[in-house]
């Protein structure tokens, strides 16, 4: 059993930036793929970024490619969010996700953080 804690969220200005964290307790996480997904009120859970146990493989959703980075520090058994020139578009609360397998579909992952609300105001 793996258990995750995300923190880091807020409330930020359109332009700015927020680090989100997720530190694992239970197993450590190196052997596990990592992924954060969000969702807005009134939407579907969707991805944002995925990142293997090989820190090479690092995948993200269109819309936040280029703004958004993904990384893992597996002594810490922590991975991070570090989100760049934030949009109103971008509010939702933020999941942790760790898993067996590297994949962009939610489903796919065995355990799950309770979220951290990101706010973009405009």
């Known amino acids: 059993q793996v258990q995750l804690v995300e923190s880091g969220g807020g409330l930020v200005q359109a332009g700015g930036s927020l680090s989100l964290s997720c530190a694992a307790s239970?197993?450590?996480?190196?052997?596990?793929?990592m992924a954060w997904f969000r969702q807005a009120p009134g939407k579907e859970r969707e991805f944002v970024s995925t990142?293997?146990?090989?820190?090479?493989?690092?995948f993200y959703a269109d819309s936040v490619k280029g703004r958004f980075t993904i990384s893992r520090d597996n002594a810490k058994n922590t991975v991070y969010l570090q989100m760049n020139s934030l949009k109103p578009e971008d509010t939702a609360v933020y999941y942790c996700?760790?898993?067996?397998?590297?994949?962009?579909?939610?489903?796919?992952?065995?355990?799950w953080g309770k979220g951290t609300q990101v706010t973009v105001s405009s």
């Open positions: 990142i293997s146990w090989a820190i090479e493989n690092k």
């Open positions: 239970g197993r450590p996480l190196a052997a596990y793929a």
């Open positions: 996700a760790a898993g067996g397998k590297h994949t962009k579909t939610a489903t796919e992952y065995d355990w």
